[in-house]
Structures are given as C-alpha cells and as structure tokens.
C-alpha cells in the first residue's frame, strides 16, 4: 500500500534537479516566478513542460506501482527510488515502461471490448442544506471526529499536512474542507481510509468529466468563477484542490463552492473515483 510518505520521497527523488519557487510568493509572484523559471530552462519553455509533464506521468505509474504492483515489495520501491534521482536512471525507467506499454495497450482493448454496459454511480454522499448555507457564509463549524481522524494518521503527522496555521476547517458527516487565504482542499473520509494516493488522477479525470459530454446530473453544471482553478491533492493530501488568484475572493466564489461544488459535483466525483471499475468518459475510445 503506497503511503502519503512514499508520495513525498518519489516527488523528491523525480524532481530534485526541478526549480524551485522561492517560499513567500504570492499567487501573482507565483505565477510571474514560474513563467521565467520555463524560459530560462535549458531548452527553453517546451522542454521545461514536456520534462514536467514526463516526471509528473512517472509519479503516477510509481505510486501506482507501489499501490497495485511490482514495487508493493520495500526493496524494489527503494531500488526505483534511487534510480529516479538521476537523468540516466529515470531514461532507463521510462524505457522499460514504454516497452510494457505495447503489451499492456493490446490487452487494454480486449478489455474494453468485454467490459459490462457502463452504469453511473449514485452520489456518496448528500450534504444537508443547512451546512452548504454555513459554508456559503463563511461560517466554518470548526475540527471534529474526522478531521482528529485525518490529523492522527502517521503519515498525515510526519509530513505537517495539518500544521498550517492559517486554515478554517469545514467539517461535515462526510469528511471536512480546508480554506485558506489562497485555496480550498476537500477531503473524503472513505477516500482517506481507501489510501489518498490511489486517487490524485481518479478525482482530476472526475472534474474533467463533469464538465464534458457526460454531466454530473440531468442540470447543467455552473462554470466554476475564472480565477479558480483545479489542482490535485499532492500537494495538500487531499482528494482535490481548488486554488485562487490573487486579489479575488467574493461570496461569488463561496456561493459556487458551496452550492455547486460540494452539494452537486463533489458526491458524484468521489463516487466515480472510488469505483474501481468505472471508466471515465474522457477515456472512451473508438477501436
């Protein structure tokens, strides 16, 4: 079972010759420091997003190996772990993976072929109006049995995922968000107690559909405000992330959270990332 511990170490080991943004910036500093990051990069802002992008597909096949396959065993983990930390290593795994690939596609397809008639999942979980209404007003109930639960986990511990000073804490029956000066974390008791790692791409393929061909119900779903934007749970170890710009913050935004993210979208994304079997629509395709 890969732990939010063995996240951080490969998240190390792939991207400790990465730069990296000084501590302090705000969401604008951010943004004007990673622009010039990308062209100063040896091969300039192409290379710098397709290594990213190439680290950042590794991460997921590690984890997921770690989590399901050939590197559940310590000595193998350990083994890629120090392999990925140098430019010729991380080569040499992505070789071997792309060789895996050819056989794994072919059979992927007769998979398909066979899989049973796709079925929507009902939502996890419903949310009582009165709590969306203090979530709207910005009235956070506070920490509670699963937010002690989340803080108490080992990994949660050592790697200071709660340490943060600056966070209100909206608990609810299903798990609880976290909202800070810049964003907003969710987090799922089932997803947490199912192992979060497994879900960082599961839940970012489940936003990406409730917007696409397949919506999340038979309403139309509201645009999220512009100057919020999606990020998985890495960095926060939560199922999902919704970061803001600087300079915005408006009951627009609570009020889209609330009444559109955490009572519509939200059951129906962790429901369809916590089926093992479903297959989200951005990945049908044509044989």
Request: net charge negative; glycine share 6%.
């Amino acid at each position: 079972m890969a732990t939010d511990l063995d996240t951080v170490r490969v998240m190390r080991a792939l991207f400790n010759d990465m730069p990296r943004a000084p501590h302090g910036l705000d969401g604008a500093e951010l943004m004007a420091w990673i622009q010039q990051a990308m062209v100063d990069y040896e091969g300039g802002d192409l290379a710098y997003a397709v290594d990213h992008i190439t680290r950042s597909s590794m991460l997921d096949i590690i984890l997921h190996m770690r989590e399901t396959g050939a590197l559940r065993a310590d000595d193998a983990f350990e083994q890629v772990v120090q392999e990925i930390s140098t430019p010729e290593g991380r080569k040499a795994f992505m070789d071997r993976c792309i060789l895996a690939q050819y056989s794994v596609n072919a059979t992927d397809r007769l998979l398909r072929r066979a899989r049973s008639p796709w079925e929507e999942p009902e939502p996890l979980f419903r949310t009582p109006p009165e709590a969306i209404d203090r979530l709207v007003r910005g009235l956070p109930a506070g920490a509670g049995p699963l937010t002690a639960e989340f803080a108490a986990r080992d990994d949660v511990r050592r790697i200071g995922v709660m340490a943060q000073g600056d966070l209100s804490v909206h608990e609810f029956d299903w798990g609880f968000v976290t909202e800070s000066a810049g964003a907003w974390n969710f987090y799922v008791a089932e997803v947490w107690r199912a192992g979060t790692v497994g879900y960082f791409e599961r839940f970012l393929d489940a936003w990406k559909s409730a917007f696409g061909a397949v919506p999340i119900d038979t309403e139309p779903v509201p645009k999220p405000p512009a100057w919020l934007s999606v990020e998985d749970g890495i960095a926060s170890f939560s199922c999902i992330r919704l970061v803001r710009e600087s300079g915005h913050d408006s009951p627009t935004e609570r009020q889209w959270v609330g009444e559109v993210f955490v009572a519509r979208l939200l059951p129906l994304m962790a429901a369809r990332a916590l089926t093992e079997n479903y297959v989200f629509p951005l990945h049908w395709h044509a044989e």
